[in-house]
């Protein structure tokens, strides 16, 4: 374990829900939400993906393509959808996958392009009191 390794901003909170377009609807309607982008498919993590703008974060939609869609599960335990996961900006991605390993956390997969267009991990909610935590790295300028 060295000191170099630490979180950096919170990017987004991740939320899972059954119908991407309801819960749109529900943060312009019920929240005024004027900055959502338009959904996209990511055939390969299952999902279809839009985020809320915020000025100081996002809030990621996400809403399951299909039955093997690993979202899928989480919304058949939470019909109305529910928070899912918290991402956390990194500098550098695999340094926290080594960092993570050797400080004792399960590391779910290999880094891999999220939905912002940079790399990615997922650590385990167990080891963060419940609580699936993303790890991406900054996206650059302009994304
Ligand atoms: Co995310």
Redesign the pocket.
């Known amino acids: 374990m060295t000191d170099a390794f630490k979180i950096g901003p919170l990017n987004?909170v991740?939320v899972a829900v059954p119908d991407l377009q309801a819960a749109m609807e529900t943060y312009r309607s019920l929240y005024g939400a004027t900055d959502i982008t338009t959904p996209f498919d990511m055939p390969k993590q299952g999902v279809k993906v839009c985020f809320v703008n915020l000025p100081n974060s996002q809030i990621?939609l996400i809403e399951p393509l299909n039955e093997d869609s690993p979202i899928h599960d989480f919304i058949q335990k939470n019909p109305k959808g529910g928070q899912h996961?918290v991402?956390f900006e990194v500098d550098d991605i695999h340094q926290a996958v080594t960092e993570m390993n050797a400080r004792g956390a399960t590391v779910l997969g290999e880094p891999r392009i999220?939905?912002h267009g940079t790399l990615i991990i997922f650590v385990h909610p167990k080891d963060s009191n419940g609580v699936l935590i993303?790890l991406m790295e900054t996206p650059k300028a302009g994304h």
């Open positions: 987004h991740g990621e996961h991402c999220g939905a993303e």
